[in-house]
């Protein structure tokens, strides 16, 4: 079975840190690129940062350039997304998704597996 968990979700006050993980089961990221997502409530789903599979070739909204680091780990199957000097407006379900190929993009349709979602909450 073809799955995505993401951890690492959490309460956090604003100019925290936290870290996400987006851990595949049942077959290898090394093929895939892989993209971050959030959906806060009330408002539509936002891409956040991708990294593409062999190249490592990355993307960041500008809302969270040079606050999010995205990174990944093919040895573990992993893929990370680094959060510093969280904002209250970073509040949101965060998802990670797969496509296959090596292909930057934020276009929510085109990724072919979804994760179940992990809650980020930035408040004092």
């Known amino acids: 079975q073809l799955q995505l968990v993401e951890s690492g979700g959490g309460l956090v006050q604003p100019g925290g840190s936290l870290r996400l993980s987006c851990a595949a089961s049942?077959?290898?990221?090394?093929?895939?690129?892989i993209g971050w997502f959030r959906q806060a409530p009330g408002k539509e789903r936002e891409g956040v940062s991708c990294?593409?599979?062999?190249?490592?070739?990355?993307y960041y909204a500008d809302s969270v350039k040079g606050r999010f680091t995205i990174s990944r780990d093919n040895a573990k199957n992993t893929v990370y997304l680094q959060m510093n000097t969280l904002k209250p407006e970073d509040t949101a379900v965060y998802f990670c998704?797969?496509?296959?190929?090596?292909?930057?993009?934020?276009?929510?349709?085109?990724?072919?597996?979804w994760g179940q979602g992990t809650q980020v909450t930035v408040s004092s």
């Open positions: 990294i593409t599979g062999s190249d490592r070739r990355t």
């Open positions: 998704a797969a496509v296959f190929g090596t292909i930057v993009t934020m276009t929510s349709s085109l990724y072919d597996y």
């Open positions: 049942g077959f290898t990221l090394d093929y895939y690129a």
